[in-house]
């Protein structure tokens, strides 16, 4: 190799080197070689890991050899070799050699690495360096040989000592009496194998009886108790093989002591086989894992104390409420509590200072929590004992309710107390909870009257003489009660009969007086304004029919509640708020008008679509040409007929023949009714009747209609006075009424003198139509 250089105005001259670049490569050798292990433990599976980089590519189909693994607890056979680079793999145990191929390339200066697993001699003994070589054919389809070559790093020493690499113990409850979940977390440098026995002792102070079952729980590893004593020692049985360093937790529930105490530090012991030793002899502290096992820590100075409670039982949450502060009503009382510690069948609960309720004494309903049905209510020290049907976990809510009535009078709002004696186990008994006072003062100060907090009315339809639903919303401060009555004053100008009313709601039904303009409802569940939690606010509809004009004037709604039943309630008057009944709409009618085309010569179909402020009804109404074979029944108007010297009774059908030259004599001495069937059914909205001049002419007539011609009671629907001297008096209903059955019944007479045993009408005619006619 020849170099020259110049330096400004030097000139060097050319020199020769001799180097060895650029030769032909060195002889294939390991670059690097190291060999580690994961156990040191006498007898303990072993994973070996070799790393080694050649200065050559080593092609797939070589052969890598490792050399000097003798002494092994392993036997020779077939053996498994994992890595990237390799497959397969022999051991011959007696010359301590493995021998396996290579799979995949492994490139110059680039890691082989092979992992295996050995077992460790069954007692301690010098360590081994393993030789790794390899034979195979370069890239250039040359043979070569790595010649054998110790790896950095002794192995198979089984010098080990078993040992804890990781032990943390916590407690979930430092209260006395608590249930204490234990958890333990733990690794060792020797491998678990499946049937090891591990004891936990030094736990001290539970109240756990012997035998008793730790309710044990572990998700990575499968443990079983063995047996536990009371005495503090715990034993449990590994069910599964546990790797070396394998990280995992278990825990189990004892119950703390029903004193203070000083806390205690566990110990940990294992008959791990096969070296039979103890992780740590008895006696000695385990510790939280900040170190190794350290048996001769002082304990002073470790961590994870356990079982020394300290904190007293107390109620996390004890609240009180209740819904109603109304004078003399009933009122439900809300207690919730949250124990801090497991109550357990037969704890009795008291809660104490409700003064002022008028209750007497005995049991009382308790509901919302399904451990509890009845209390004991004292009223001396107006307390309800309740006693536990189940136990309730620490920490689980526990709500329950019961009704009282409220005081008579106002008095300041009680403060309230929640006790317990607690019943752990029936040897227990003298565990008590602290008397705790509530977080506030809230019941029985009975400090309102009962009153409407809301009273609304709105109404559908202003046009006079229509049917005008009124829809009502009222609230108070009470509990409506079912059974009670409410009553809506003021609604005058109404024309709908007297009666009965459908509300909206349900099946409930009010009653309507319409001299009065009065209408009375009783309370049930359907008119609460929600399915549930809704029994202050109603919400309903009635329909009533408008006066026949504008009355010029809203009507003045006013609202009362009165309830007589189990307790007494009343609610005085009180203003309606809302605009209705005054009638000032007009009738108006809007029509829209469509086509389906606009294509010249096309069928064209014509949609109108008609709206109403007003009852458009089903058909067209009109005074009905009556048939003689409408007349049904006519023996209780003729009855003790023929009168007048023997002459025969004039025919019923003279009522409707349309002439006024004839009519019906009706007798006073029968029930005074004909009664008629239209052969179907007709929208009747009035009647048209003749009297007759003179003293024996009737003076007033009623109608009444029914689906059943037999039925016993039939409906009004309407009366009326006729005009003097055989004029034509109208009797326009209030509404129409459909019905195929009618009867015309005689109520008064012009006769005064009683000289006439009869009345007479001399013609009849109905208003209405048939809805099937259209």
Same mark, same amino acid.
């Given at each position: ?24 490569? &060195? ?23 070799? &790393? ?55 490139l110059p200066s680039s890691p ?16 081994? !360096? ?83 079952? $730790? ?7 499968? $443990? ?50 096969? *070296? ?22 002082? /304990?002073?100075?470790?961590?994870? !104390? ?52 008028? !209750? ?18 004292? /009223? ?26 409220? @005081?008579?009078s106002p008095q300041p709002a ?12 029936? #040897? ?17 100060? #009975? ?21 005008? &639903? ?32 459908p509300v909206s709601k349900g ?39 408008? *006066? ?26 009180? /203003? ?14 809007? *029509? !829209? ?6 294509? /010249? ?48 009774? $004039? @025919? *019923? ?24 069937? $239209? ?29 059943? @011609? ?65």
């Amino acid at each position: 190799l020849q170099v020259s250089f110049s330096f400004e105005g030097v000139t060097a001259n050319a020199l020769t080197i001799s180097s060895s670049i650029l030769q032909a490569p &060195t002889q294939p050798q390991w670059i690097a070689a190291t060999a580690t292990e994961g156990n040191a433990i006498p007898g303990d599976p072993n994973r070996i890991t070799i &790393t080694a980089i050649a200065n050559l590519e080593i092609l797939p189909g070589s052969t890598i050899v490792l050399t000097g693994l003798v002494n092994t607890g392993t036997r020779s056979g077939f053996l498994s070799v994992a890595g990237d680079q390799v497959s397969g793999g022999t051991f011959d145990s007696v010359s301590g050699r493995i021998q396996v191929s290579v799979s995949n390339s492994v490139l110059p200066s680039s890691p082989l690495i092979l992992h295996f697993t050995l077992k460790n001699p069954s007692s301690r003994r010098n360590p081994v !360096y393993p030789q790794i070589s390899g034979t195979g054919m370069t890239v250039s389809g040359v043979a070569f040989a790595i010649l054998p070559t110790y790896c950095v790093g002794a192995i198979l020493s089984a010098s080990g000592t078993p040992a804890i690499e990781n032990a943390t113990v916590t407690e979930s409850s430092q209260r006395i009496g608590d249930k204490n979940t234990i958890t333990v977390t733990l690794s060792a440098n020797f491998a678990i194998s499946t049937g090891t026995k591990v004891t936990i002792s030094n736990l001290v102070g539970t109240n756990s009886p012997d035998g008793a079952s $730790l309710n044990l729980k572990s998700v990575q590893v499968s $443990l079983v108790q063995v047996s536990w004593k009371n005495s503090g020692e715990l034993v449990l049985m590994v069910n599964q093989d546990v790797e070396t360093h394998y990280l995992f937790s278990f825990s189990f529930v004892v119950t703390n002591s029903l004193t203070t105490r000083s806390p205690v530090v566990p110990v940990i012991s294992s008959d791990i086989t096969p *070296a039979e030793q103890e992780i740590a002899a008895p006696g000695k502290p385990w510790f939280d894992g900040l170190k190794l096992w350290a048996g001769d820590q002082p /304990p002073d100075e470790s961590k994870g !104390y356990i079982l020394g409670p300290f904190e007293a039982p107390i109620w996390n949450v004890a609240q009180i409420s209740e819904d109603s502060t109304i004078v003399g009503m009933p009122n439900i009382i809300s207690v919730l509590l949250v124990p801090s510690i497991k109550l357990n069948n037969g704890s009795s609960i008291t809660v104490s200072g409700l003064f002022g309720t008028s !209750y007497s004494g005995g049991s009382i309903q308790v509901t919302g929590f399904s451990a509890i049905t009845l209390g004991e209510w004292t /009223p001396e020290y107006g307390s309800l004992t309740l006693t536990l049907k189940d136990s309730v976990a620490p920490l689980q809510s526990l709500s329950f309710s019961f009704s009282l009535v409220n @005081p008579t009078s106002p008095q300041p709002a009680q403060t309230t107390f929640v006790a317990i004696s607690e019943a752990l186990t029936r #040897a227990y008994d003298a565990l008590k909870f602290t008397i705790t006072p509530t977080t506030s003062n809230c019941c029985l100060s #009975a400090s309102d009257s009962p009153k409407f907090t809301k009273a609304t009315v709105r109404e559908t339809l202003s046009v006079p003489n229509e049917m005008n &639903t009124l829809l009502f919303a009222i609230s108070s401060n009470a509990k409506f009660p079912i059974g009670a009555k409410l009553t809506i004053s003021g609604l005058s100008g109404v024309q709908s009969l007297t009666g009965d009313v459908p509300v909206s709601k349900g099946a409930a039904v009010a009653n309507w007086t319409q001299e009065t303009g009065v209408l009375v409802i009783p309370i049930s569940d359907s008119l609460y304004s929600c399915p549930r939690g809704c029994e202050r606010s109603l919400e309903f509809s009635v329909s009533l029919r408008n *006066a026949k004009s504008n009355l010029a004037r809203y009507a003045s709604l006013t609202v009362s509640l009165l309830y007589l039943q189990d307790f007494s309630l009343f609610i005085g008057t009180t /203003p309606v708020v809302g605009r209705v009944l005054k009638t000032d709409g007009s009738p108006s009618v809007l *029509a !829209y008008v469509n086509e389906s085309t606009t294509s /010249p010569g096309a069928s064209n179909t014509i949609g109108v679509e008609v709206k109403a402020n007003f009852d458009l009804g089903v058909c067209t109404t009109m005074w009905l040409v009556s048939l003689a074979s409408w007349i049904y029944d006519a023996s209780g108007a003729q009855q003790s007929c023929p009168w007048r010297n023997g002459l025969a009774c $004039l @025919p *019923a059908t003279y009522l409707i023949d349309g002439l006024l030259t004839t009519g019906v004599e009706i007798s006073l001495a029968g029930t005074r009714t004909i009664t008629f069937n $239209l052969l179907k059914v007709y929208r009747v909205d009035g009647f048209k009747v003749y009297g007759k001049a003179g003293a024996s002419s009737a003076r007033g007539v009623s109608f009444y209609f029914s689906d059943d @011609p037999s039925a016993a009671m039939w409906s009004l629907a309407g009366s009326v006075i006729l005009m003097p001297g055989g004029l034509p008096t109208i009797l326009d209903f209030n509404q129409s009424f459909s019905s195929q059955y009618w009867r015309l019944v005689l109520d008064s007479t012009t006769d005064t003198t009683g000289g006439y045993p009869f009345a007479t009408i001399q013609e009849l005619q109905f208003h209405g139509c048939s809805p099937s006619d259209g």
